[in-house]
């Protein structure tokens, strides 16, 4: 029996409500263990957060997991294969390496075997790219030992991807479960057209990524109170892998590898994931050329540009966000409309809007200058602008006894608001022209 739309939106709903109600546990944990992120010169946050964010995550993940394993209606698909297996071991071991980071950094040699075990076990499994469509060519099946390694490479590729765009509060949560939920629908519908087997485990992982990304957003965005750390970013990686491989690695069919011009089956999840996709091979290039490693952190991502372009935190996140979601529909549209209408046309005005949006917006904030800016440039053209002293500012002059000059009753005057001490007048008492040289220097205090 298929599992109905409605079978995997009550388990996204199982894995969001169950990861909201952990995140308050995971915090608590957090400050009582002192697994806080301390803000940088790189991280935009303003004080220390907690980061066991991804443990919550997890927690929701296998709460929801269980869930579709005793509901009863996912029984073709924990009964005809070892994939769910496979997807609970690699999910695991993805979580498990990420918190490790978190608490001891690892070295990037050890991340990276830690997320080449992830591949291998879930290839190992059963999840794994067999089928392989080249644009305009044929299909080609890949024997088991290049789909593993083609597996362990899309695994290392997906789990980084998530990892790069994780730099604002709600960011990567807010984009996978934007693509998560895309590819649920796309999975749905390709096994209503019957190019999927109702066992097929690629729309449920969907679904548990979904459901685990809008649990945690509500605790994620600006001002965020918890971070997903790299456990939560490793984890939607993997599960977005297994969700992408299970789909479009296992049906040669025209329906989904000729969409828009004949794209492989492979290039639809690159497609809804683009934004994430495009950040991490612009890392690569710029690490590359600047011979630096590509574990290298910096503030050069999609989203630190949007930043130094003029939009704030929150319009940041939303630009990618909405990017995300013209590019989900721009998979959707042909799944689902069956060649009537075009609707192609408001997705390119969508985009073209969002363009303009992005470049132009920053500069319409404010039409004149501010008043800081026309006091700075007064000052600037005007050489004798008057220099005031703060109220309750004190300035401290400091004098030597024999700049100090003398009343007429004998007592010394001390110095101007100028902060320099007041001319000394001519005078024939030879009392006057006689210093100390081995007198203190004193303090003016001057309010």
């Known amino acids: 029996m298929r599992p109905a739309l409605t079978a995997y939106l009550v388990v996204a709903s199982v894995a969001a409500g169950s990861t909201m109600l952990l995140v308050p546990l995971c915090r608590l944990v957090a400050h009582w263990t002192g697994l806080l992120i301390q803000p940088d010169s790189r991280r935009l946050h303003s004080g220390p957060t907690p980061i066991l964010g991804g443990v919550a995550m997890y927690a929701g993940f296998i709460v929801a997991f269980g869930f579709a394993w005793l509901s009863g209606w996912f029984d073709a698909v924990f009964t005809s294969s070892t994939e769910p297996i496979a997807v609970l071991a690699g999910a695991t071991t993805a979580c498990f390496v990420g918190l490790v980071d978190d608490v001891k950094d690892i070295s990037p040699p050890a991340k990276m075997a830690g997320l080449c075990l992830v591949g291998g076990l879930l290839a190992g499994g059963g999840v794994s790219i067999i089928w ?83 649990g945690f957003l509500p605790w994620n965005v600006y001002p965020a109170e918890i971070f997903m750390g790299d456990a939560g970013s490793l984890l939607l990686g993997t599960l977005m892998a297994a969700s992408t491989m299970a789909v479009g690695g296992r049906t040669p069919d025209p329906f989904s590898g000729q969409t828009f011009f004949f794209y ?45 372009l003029g939009h704030g935190h929150r319009r ?60 700075a440039r007064w000052a600037s053209f ?66």
Not at 265 to 290: S, Y
Not at 343 to 371: D, E, K, N
Not at 423 to 429: A, G, N
Request: glycine share 8%.
């Open 316 to 375: 940041s996140v939303s630009i990618l966000w909405a990017w995300t979601a013209l590019l989900s529909a721009l998979v959707l549209y042909p799944t689902y409309n069956e060649g009537e209408g075009d609707g192609i046309v408001p997705i390119g005005v969508g985009a073209l809007a969002l363009v303009l949006y992005t470049l132009f917006h920053p500069g319409t904030r404010r039409i004149g200058p501010s008043s800081n800016e026309l006091r």
């Open 382 to 447: 005007s050489p004798s602008f008057p220099r005031q002293i703060p109220h309750k500012e004190s300035v401290t002059v400091e004098l030597r006894s024999d700049n100090l000059q003398k009343s007429d009753n004998g007592d010394k005057v001390a110095a101007t608001a100028t902060g320099r001490p007041p001319r000394r007048r001519p005078t024939t008492d030879s009392a006057d022209k006689t210093t100390n040289p081995n007198s203190k220097q004193s303090q003016s205090t001057i309010k």
């Open 132 to 214: 392989f469509r080249v644009p305009f060519l044929d299909v080609f099946v890949l024997p088991y030992d290049l789909a593993l390694l083609v597996s362990v490479i899309w695994v290392l590729g997906m789990t980084n991807a998530v990892n790069f765009i994780d730099g604002l509060d709600g960011l990567a949560a807010g984009i996978i479960g934007i693509g998560a939920s895309a590819f649920l629908l796309y999975g749905v519908r390709l096994g209503q057209v019957e190019f999927l087997f109702p066992g097929n485990i690629g729309p449920l992982t969907a679904a548990l990524a979904a459901g685990v990304c809008v």
């Open 264 to 308: 492989a089956p492979l290039a639809i999840p690159i497609l809804i994931l683009g934004v994430p996709m495009l950040d991490t091979a612009f890392a690569i290039v710029r690490r590359a050329t600047h011979r630096r490693g590509l574990a290298t952190a910096d503030k050069d991502h999609l989203h630190h540009r949007l930043v130094r």
